[in-house]
């Protein structure tokens, strides 16, 4: 995609989560995987927290890791339980006590709707995919 896009100033890592790259980062791009799955298949298994674990322990190795003025884009899903958004809940606990610039915005409200009839989703009221932005400051 880098070369496709023209892009030369960036180096790619293969890593589990941030451990074997070193170093800070200016950006960090994400897309986990973010839902239940019983076989825990690596292209679609979030773990812990209704599928959201893998989307915290991301959101937690890069705001250690991003360069100042750097930021983190996280694509990821989240289901939604009594009306709330507890991975929201996480994001606020995790941002509240630092200087962050940050946003967060449910962009599709409803996916994956046929994992709801599963057993490990009896909490959800549905799966809403969302969009966080976190800006080390300057």
Same mark, same amino acid.
Not at 52 to 71: C, K, N, T
Not at 90 to 110: G, N, T, V
């Given at each position: 995609?880098?070369?496709?896009a =023209?892009?030369?100033?960036?180096?790619?890592a293969?890593?589990d989560?941030l +451990?074997? &790259?070193?170093?800070r980062?200016?950006?960090i *791009? @994400?897309?986990?995987p973010? /839902? /239940?799955d019983?076989s825990?298949? &690596?292209?679609r298994?979030?773990?812990?927290?209704?599928?959201? =674990?893998?989307?915290l322990?991301? %959101?937690d &190795? @890069?705001?250690?890791?991003l360069e100042a003025?750097?930021?983190?884009?996280?694509?990821?899903? %989240? &289901?939604?339980v009594? =009306?709330g958004d507890p991975f929201?809940a996480?994001?606020?606990?995790r941002?509240a +006590?630092r200087?962050w610039?940050?946003?967060?915005?449910e962009?599709?409200?409803?996916?994956f @709707?046929e994992e709801?009839? +599963?057993?490990?989703?009896?909490?959800?009221e549905r799966?809403a995919? %969302? =969009?966080?932005? *976190?800006?080390?400051p300057?």
């Amino acid at each position: 995609n880098a070369a496709l896009a =023209g892009v030369g100033n960036l180096t790619l890592a293969r890593s589990d989560l941030l +451990s074997q &790259a070193p170093g800070r980062f200016d950006l960090i *791009v @994400a897309n986990p995987p973010y /839902l /239940l799955d019983a076989s825990e298949r &690596a292209y679609r298994h979030g773990g812990g927290m209704l599928g959201a =674990g893998l989307s915290l322990a991301i %959101v937690d &190795a @890069a705001l250690e890791r991003l360069e100042a003025g750097g930021s983190l884009l996280l694509y990821t899903g %989240v &289901a939604m339980v009594e =009306g709330g958004d507890p991975f929201l809940a996480r994001i606020h606990e995790r941002l509240a +006590s630092r200087e962050w610039d940050w946003d967060y915005q449910e962009l599709d409200p409803d996916v994956f @709707a046929e994992e709801l009839d +599963s057993p490990a989703y009896r909490e959800a009221e549905r799966i809403a995919v %969302v =969009g966080l932005r *976190v800006t080390r400051p300057a």
